[in-house]
């Protein structure tokens, strides 16, 4: 798993050097000669010298981190350490960039010595999820620019929890409002498909009921934009498209939706969430700790099921061919939304699978009278 990157200064040096052995036989120099052969020889021997030398440094190391699980809150920091040991006792420097799923972590290119101690890397969590370290590239440059050296490091992998933010604990900057935090409830507006489904009540006007929804679940609903508040969180009905995963702005809808449902959980341990897609449904019951799980579960399905065009790694294309299938889950991300949003039989597929409708919170599902939410 090594590629070479010749520079366009190797090339004007091989020009020159038989420009030179070339003019000494045109002009029956035999100095020119002897001095363009001996200059031919030495470079390449050096060239070889230092490819073979780095090549074989390459292969034999090894890309070790100090731990294998890092827990983050999103928006904040933390380092881990790293260090690659070689077999071969020879100390060059490399670039080494960090091969993971982009947006959850930001990570920087590192200088790191080989067989040169331990270093440390800063994360930076930015998306709520789980996101893994599995594989490096290794950059390593000729001293006179003539030559790259790039090479794919595997190791055992680091594990990165990135977490909501706790914005009901005291001085977090959230208001409790009826066992919801104020975070919670100014996320309607933001997120902007969000509504509470709740039984008519028949002293509401019948302005208020929503037919459509009334027609599906053969039962009389109203849909309204202030989500009815309790003590232990409703339950939640949630878009598993490719489009919730999709950033806008630096932004993907999913990370609102997380925390929404992680606001709720504060007095209650549990909550219902259904997933609905497109020919998918599924209920699971998630715990605050869940939260970052349950992104990882949705993203990696709709990985799994996606074409490799429409993904995206971090990562040299020469050495995508090397990476398994299986890891490929954990370090790709969706560029641009699929053709893969809830039909109206999905949602009705949903609705039936909830056992009460006193409070069912819709997370980025539109029940107009399109299909799913396009926007």
Known sequence: MIRIIPSDRLLVMYLLFSGITYIGLLMNNQFGVY????????????????????????????????????????????????????????????????I????????????????????????????????????????LEEPL?????????????????IRPRSTHETGSGGVSIGGYTELGTTMEGRL??????????YEKPASMIHW?????????MMISRGVDYGSCPPVFIMNASSRILVPKNGKRPIDDMLQMIYDSLHQCTE???????RNYVE?????????????????????????MNDLAVDMPSYFLIYVKRGDLLDIAYIRSSL?????????????????????????????????GDTR
Not at 145 to 159: A, H, K
Not at 283 to 307: A, H, P
Request: charge should be positive; aromatic fraction near 6%.
């Open 35 to 98: 001095f363009g052969l001996m200059l031919f020889i030495v470079f390449t021997t050096y060239v070889l010298s230092w490819y073979l030398l780095m090549t074989i440094t390459i292969l034999y190391t090894q890309l070790l981190f100090s731990q294998d699980r890092v827990e983050l809150i999103i928006g904040t920091s933390s380092t881990i350490g790293i260090k690659l040991v070689s077999k071969i006792p020879l100390r060059p420097m490399v670039r080494l960039a960090l």
């Open 100 to 139: 993971h799923s982009p947006p959850h972590v930001l990570t920087s290119t590192q200088e790191i010595r080989i067989n040169g101690g331990e270093y440390a890397v800063k994360l930076i969590g930015r998306w709520i999820g789980v996101a893994r370290i599995i594989y490096s590239i290794a950059t």
């Open 145 to 161: 620019g003539l030559l790259t050296i790039q090479g794919m490091l595997s190791s055992d992998g680091v594990n990165i929890v």
């Open 192 to 201: 902007g498909d969000l509504r509470s489904l709740i039984e008519y009540d």
């Open 212 to 220: 459509l929804t009334s027609a599906r679940v053969n039962e009389l």
């Open 271 to 277: 909550a219902k969430v259904v997933l609905v897609g």
């Open 283 to 307: 209920e699971r019951t998630i715990s605050r700790g869940m939260i970052s799980f349950l992104e990882y579960s949705v993203r990696t399905k709709i990985i799994n099921d996606m074409n």
């Open 339 to 371: 053709n893969d949003e809830p039909t109206i039989e999905d949602i009705n597929r949903a609705m039936n699978l909830v056992g009460t409708r006193n409070r069912v919170v819709l997370l980025g599902i539109n029940l107009g009278p399109g299909v």
